[in-house]
Nanobody, 115 residues
């Protein structure tokens, strides 16, 4: 099975930017959707941004206008550009690729927004 590896997390000041990457170890077929989730201090995992099965993108309201999801199919990689970061964006960010048969998760990358 494919492995997903996230990178790009770190410590950033409020108002700063980070770009997360999620690379798959091999091409994944039969994808239903793919996206980014996060788990903060409340330990609840929430959807942040996603490519739907129809190819459109959706975002949780709290990140609209600040975050952008994109992908490079040739590199089997999905990205999350995060701008104007806020303290409440602090969380572990997980990449997810859902297929017809398997639900892939990465191990997560920590994003800390603090001055």
């Amino acid at each position: 099975q494919a492995q997903l590896v996230e990178s790009g997390g770190g410590l950033v000041q409020p108002g700063g930017s980070l770009r997360l990457s999620c690379a798959a170890s091999r091409r994944i077929i039969s994808i239903v959707d793919m996206g980014w989730y996060r788990q903060g201090r409340d330990n609840q995992r929430e959807l942040v941004a996603i490519f739907t099965s129809g190819g459109s993108t959706k975002y949780v309201d709290s990140v609209k206008g600040r975050f952008t999801i994109s992908r490079d199919n040739a590199k089997n990689t999905v990205y999350l550009q995060m701008n104007s970061l806020k303290a409440e964006d602090t969380a572990v960010y997980y990449c997810n690729v859902r297929t017809v048969g398997v639900n892939y998760w990465g191990k997560g990358t920590l994003v800390t927004v603090s001055s």
